[in-house]
C-alpha cells in the first residue's frame, strides 16, 4: 500500500496568512493526488483533484502543485471559514490512501 | 439539489450485520463510480471499497474483504454496503463518494455512524 504523510501535523495561522501544507507518498502516484477540507462533524468538501486542478466552484486562492512523491498545498490569504483540517488522498492505485491531516486553527 | 444521502447506521454487536444505502439525488448515480470510505474516531479516512458504474467490477480494502459486499440498483439511484461479521474496529462514520471519469471524489454524502460495541 502507497503511505501518506502530510506536515505539519497542524499550524496555527492569522486571517489574511498564507499557508502551505505538504503531501508525500511513499511511492510515486504521478499526479494521482486530491486535496480535501473538512470541519468538524462535515462530510469532507473537494479541493483539488490531479494534483493541480480546482475543483469547480472552489476559490482559486486554494492551489495545488507537485508530482510523483511530493505535493503541496497552498491557501492564500486565509479567511475565518478556511480554518479546517486539510487532507490529500492518492487514486494513483488501490487500496486509495488518505494522509492523516493538517489542522489549521486560528494563531 | 445534488446530494448524496447515506443511512442504514447504528449500533450493532460483534458478529452481527449491517447494511448501509447511499442514495444520490439531483443527479443520475448510475454515470458514477461510487465508493465507500470510512473514518474512525480520530483516525483518518480509510477507503474500504468501490463499485463501478455499472456494478461489473468491485475491489476491497484487506480489512473489508470477505465481510463486506457493495452492490447497486441504478433503477433506484442507489448503492449498498452489507457488512457482515462486524467487529469493534469497524465502528467508524461511513461516507459514499461519487468518482467521475478522470477526477477524484467530487461529491461525499454526510456519513452514517456504524458502531460495533457488546
Known amino acids: 500500500d502507497i503511505q501518506m504523510t502530510q506536515s505539519p501535523s497542524s499550524l496555527s495561522a492569522s486571517v489574511g496568512d498564507r499557508v502551505t501544507i505538504t503531501c508525500r507518498a511513499s511511492q510515486a502516484v504521478s499526479n494521482y493526488l486530491a486535496w480535501f477540507q473538512q470541519k468538524p462533524g462535515k462530510a469532507p468538501k473537494s479541493l483539488i483533484y490531479?494534483?493541480?486542478s480546482l475543483q469547480s466552484g472552489v476559490p482559486s486562492k486554494f492551489r495545488g502543485s507537485g508530482s510523483g512523491t511530493d505535493f503541496t498545498l497552498t491557501i492564500t490569504s486565509l479567511q475565518p471559514d478556511d480554518f479546517a483540517t486539510y487532507f490529500c488522498?492518492?487514486?494513483?492505485?488501490?487500496?486509495?490512501?488518505f494522509g492523516p491531516g493538517t489542522k489549521v486553527d486560528f494563531k | 439539489q445534488v446530494q448524496l444521502v447515506e443511512s442504514g447506521g447504528g449500533v450493532v454487536q460483534p458478529g452481527t450485520s449491517l447494511r448501509l444505502t447511499c442514495e444520490a439525488s439531483g443527479f443520475t448515480l448510475s454515470s458514477y463510480a461510487v465508493h465507500w470510505i470510512r473514518q474512525a474516531p480520530g483516525k483518518r479516512l480509510e477507503w474500504v471499497t468501490v463499485?463501478?458504474?455499472?456494478?461489473?467490477?468491485?475491489k476491497y480494502a484487506e480489512s473489508a474483504r470477505g465481510r463486506f459486499t457493495i452492490s447497486r440498483d441504478n433503477s433506484k439511484n442507489t448503492v449498498s454496503l452489507q457488512m457482515n461479521s462486524l467487529r469493534p474496529e469497524d465502528t467508524a462514520v461511513y461516507y459514499c463518494a461519487r468518482r467521475p471519469e478522470g477526477n477524484s471524489f467530487d461529491l461525499w454524502g454526510q456519513g452514517t455512524m456504524v458502531i460495533v460495541s457488546s
Open positions: 490531479a494534483a493541480s
Open positions: 488522498l492518492q487514486y494513483s492505485s488501490y487500496p486509495f490512501t
Open positions: 463499485i463501478s458504474f455499472r456494478g461489473g467490477y468491485q
